[in-house]
């Protein structure tokens, strides 16, 4: 039996965490701080990791169309209209309910949200999911002609390019080419893994690892996925992405790494840690406004949300991930031959 890869285990659970404790941190009001600015300059590039893992696992993005549409849809089409109809229960109804307490929340609806952008009121990080979906059906369709793959090098300008027209894709798709991009670079950096021998990628990932050090101070820039958003410096936000990516999965491949058992957990059942920690941060702060309290400025309150999601998720995951709908998970067939 093959066995797991706690590298990337390690590296998505760290992921999650990162983004739970942001998105909790962001509700009780310290997105301001100087060090929050800090912590996002050091680790913008972990959702990219998802689409680098990604490519870097998958092989079966060649196949025959309409079956691995069928699976793609399953698999992440559906949770994503799931956990959106789950959230937006939620939210509107807290809004419906006790309207008063949440004038501030009807003033920030718009019609337009539902065609212009891939997060829905009660759900906004399952744009993941949807820009997800639209990275492996491109992918696909790259894959079917031969050498049409490295067109994937002009993506991360053509992503530049609409940042710069304000995003105009509707559904908040923009970000796919950097999505298809990252995906990629996934696959070729397995690719090189299967081909060089393993202290030279030692030797590389090092490198690269120091580069992304130096240049994130020399060259500083950041990449938001969720936004498509170009921060400072867009050739540093490129290239220190990509230094960051290859270089740290590297040394932890190449690393005898055992199983970190909590931040393990969650790197392997990250769909709901990811998809369920924002309903229940609504749930915490709503509660809250109800009794006309706030979470703004209460550090115990960031200390109790973030307690409350992550105990949560863990209580919910083997349940959740028992229905394929919202977890994405479908038992795969097995065929057997009689002799």
Known sequence: MKQRNHAFDLLCGLCIL????????????????????????????????????????????????????IDRVKRLLIPYISWGVIGSIIYFAYLFLFPENFQRYYKMLRWSHLWEDSHVWGNPPVWFLFSFFMSYILVHFIQKVKHLRWIAVSFP????????????????????????????????????????????????????????????????????????????????????????????????????LRRIPVVGYIGEHSMI?????????????????????????????VILMMLFILITCTWITPYLEKVPWLSGRYKKKIVTSQS
């Open 18 to 69: 990162r983004m739970i404790m942001l998105h909790v941190v962001s509700s009780c009001g310290y997105r301001n701080e100087f060090w929050f600015a800090k912590l996002m300059a050091w680790t913008f590039f972990f959702m990219s990791f998802f689409f680098f893992k990604a490519g870097y696992f998958n092989k079966g993005t060649s196949g025959e169309t309409i079956p691995y549409l």
């Open 157 to 256: 300008f053509i992503s530049y390019f609409l940042w710069k027209y304000h995003n105009p894709l509707w559904m908040s798709i923009d970000n796919v080419f950097m999505g298809v991009f990252f995906f990629l670079l996934g696959r070729g950096w397995r690719w090189l893994q299967g081909r060089v021998e393993k202290k030279w990628l030692i030797v590389l990932s090092i490198l690269l690892i120091a580069e992304f050090v130096v240049g994130n101070r020399l060259w500083h820039g950041e990449y938001d996925m969720s936004l498509n958003k170009f921060v400072q410096n867009p050739w540093g936000a490129g290239i220190n992405t990509i230094c960051a990516l290859v270089g740290i999965s590297g040394l932890l491949l190449a690393l005898p």
């Open 273 to 301: 840690y990811f998809t369920a920690h924002y309903p229940l941060l609504y749930i915490f702060t709503f509660t809250h406004l109800v009794f006309r309290n706030t979470v703004a400025y209460h550090w115990e309150d």
